[in-house]
């Protein structure tokens, strides 16, 4: 049977990457995605952006939404200081198995919960199924027409505090315009663009960084 995308990067990372050393097994993804084939994750140059906006908030809890293969699962992961937990949900129960490997493969599992499942049906479960009251840090990374509505329930849910920061990927390409608009004018967040390229090409893409404000 064929292989997947997703089972031939995991193979990469296998191959290229030493177990429990995350950098080589970010550097091997990012060769697989340059020279081999096109992945959606984050990236070399975007994934730049991040470690220094993680680097900079220092976060104890981590909510990502949108797993794929778990490239920026480990890019953040590897920056959490000892205590801090980062908890990824993903839909696709092909891209979770292969996530929870390379998540494996860095050596970064016990600092990583990942579950399966729709990010609409699991925020509002989150504080009760993890002991967890707010995030430090958001990354969004998913289905580009849910950040909008995930972020309102994140707001329902209590699960921001003053000083939250949201990190959304894809904010140009493929856009989430819906997204960009409400975190722009509302006097809630206080937000910032990363202008930079979809990853591994010449197209524009970005980070939009949101402070939520309480
Ligand atoms: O893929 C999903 C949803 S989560 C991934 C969201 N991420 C993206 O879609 C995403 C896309 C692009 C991108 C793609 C093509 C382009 F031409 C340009 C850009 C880049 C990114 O950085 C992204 O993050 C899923 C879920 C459940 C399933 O059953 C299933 O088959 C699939
Ligand atoms: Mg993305």
């Known amino acids: ?17 030493t177990r429990g050393n995350p950098r080589s097994v970010v550097r091997a993804i990012d060769e697989f995605c ?16 991040l470690d220094s906006i993680v680097s900079e908030v220092n976060p104890v ?35 979770a198995a292969i996530a929870r490997q390379v998540i494996a493969w860095a050596g970064l599992q016990d600092k990583v919960q990942l579950v399966e499942g729709s ?38 849910c209590g699960l921001l505090r003053k000083g939250s920061v ?14 960009l608009e ?3 004018s509302s006097p809630c967040y206080k937000s910032q663009y990363f202008i930079s390229h979809l990853e591994y090409t010449k197209a524009e893409d970005g980070l939009e960084k949101s402070v939520f404000l309480g």
């Open 1 to 17: 049977t064929q292989s997947t995308r997703p089972q031939r990067l995991l193979s990469a990372v296998q191959k290229n990457a």
């Open 119 to 156: 990010s609409g049906d699991w925020i509002p479960k989150i504080q009760e199924q993890f002991g967890i009251n707010t995030f430090d840090l958001v990354f969004l990374d998913h289905w580009k027409d849910r950040y909008l509505p995930d972020t309102k329930l994140m707001e329902k």
């Open 182 to 184: 409400y975190v722009r």
């Open 34 to 49: 340059r020279h081999k084939e096109w992945a959606m994750n984050v990236g070399d140059e975007k994934g730049c952006i």
């Open 166 to 179: 949201l990190v959304a990927d894809n904010v140009i390409c493929p856009g989430t315009p819906d997204y």
């Open 61 to 95: 809890t981590v909510l990502e939404l949108g797993t794929y293969c778990g490239y920026s699962t480990v890019r953040i992961a590897s920056l959490l200081p000892p205590n801090a937990k980062l908890i990824t949900l993903e839909f696709n129960p092909d891209f």
